[in-house]
């Protein structure tokens, strides 16, 4: 039988759950990008490291020697470096924003929004990628930690499920920062907005002191804010002090799923 040479076929794009795949291996397409540039510029980890060091060595030490905040039967040094992790990761994302902001003017964000790829993959790739990046810091603190003869687990599971909480809190964040990025769509103003709401988030949850001290109304900020619940985990994690983990676990992921969607849907104002 002849075979017409004008005929087609028909290729059907994969719906439902044969989307998966693909979606998978472009989020890992574009945090693989964000990745390499960092790559190029080594010395930001290095440079990352100073920050959690002088908190340690100033205001550890100092609050330490003075006995004025309660910790209990934990040393207020090992009670405050879980708390340095989640504050030196919150400082690494919640300025991620301004990458995207730069990717928009360099005409790169209008080029990856025209490709197959949905927004959320682009969003869930970054954010994945700015986790990565504060990885580093858990195992920076951890060495300075062990250094200052601060007792934290050895446990290689326990530090590297550390790890995977820092990647779900740095990963809210981080769609923090891409939420206002497509809300302001200025790298100034992004900036200001950011140094505005990163030491409040800082101070409004456990990294430094108890929730048992805080004022009532400090307490319910506490209880809403994301990063008391990674600060929550890690010191589990990483001290074996009693707490929910499950739920700080779930806490996290639902914000950072959350943050995903809501990114995803101001991504596209960012580029009109």
């Not at 059907?12 to 540039?37: D, I, N």
């Not at 060091?53 to 209990?72: E, K, P, Y």
């Not at 964040?173 to 200025?186: I, Q």
């Not at 929910?244 to 996290?252: H, I, K, R, S």
Request: glycine fraction near 8%; hydrophobic fraction near 55%; charge should be positive.
């Amino acid at each position: 039988m002849p075979v017409d040479a004008h005929s087609t076929t028909l290729v059907r794009a994969p719906r439902g759950l044969h989307r998966v795949p693909g979606l998978l291996r472009r989020m890992g397409a574009f945090a693989l990008v964000e990745l390499q540039k960092l790559s190029h510029d080594r010395s930001e980890l290095v440079t990352r490291m100073v920050q959690p060091a002088l908190w340690l060595l100033i205001f550890g030490q100092t609050f330490s020697n003075l006995r004025v905040i309660d910790t209990g039967d934990v040393p207020y040094l090992a009670f405050l470096a879980p708390g340095i992790i989640a504050q030196s990761a919150l400082f690494i994302s919640i300025f991620y924003g301004i990458q995207i902001v730069w990717d928009r003017d360099a005409g790169i964000l209008a080029k990856l929004m025209v490709t197959p790829a949905p927004a959320s993959a682009l969003i869930t790739g970054k954010a994945f990628a700015a986790g990565v990046r504060s990885v580093a810091q858990v195992v920076g603190v951890l060495i300075i930690a062990y250094l200052m003869g601060i007792h934290l687990t050895g446990n290689p599971l326990r530090i590297l499920a550390a790890m995977g909480i820092v990647v779900l809190g740095s990963a809210f964040f981080a769609c923090l920062s891409m939420t206002l990025a497509g809300l302001v769509r200025n790298r100034d103003r992004l900036m200001g907005i950011g140094q505005a709401i990163t030491m409040p988030l800082f101070f409004a949850s456990n990294a430094l002191y108890p929730v048992d001290v805080m004022p009532g109304w400090l307490r319910w900020l506490s209880a809403v804010n994301p990063l008391s619940y990674e600060v929550n985990a890690l010191r589990a994690l990483l001290i074996g002090t009693p707490g929910n983990t499950w739920l700080d676990v779930g806490v996290l992921l639902v914000a950072a799923a959350l943050g995903v969607v809501t990114a995803s849907a101001l991504l596209r104002r960012l580029v009109r």
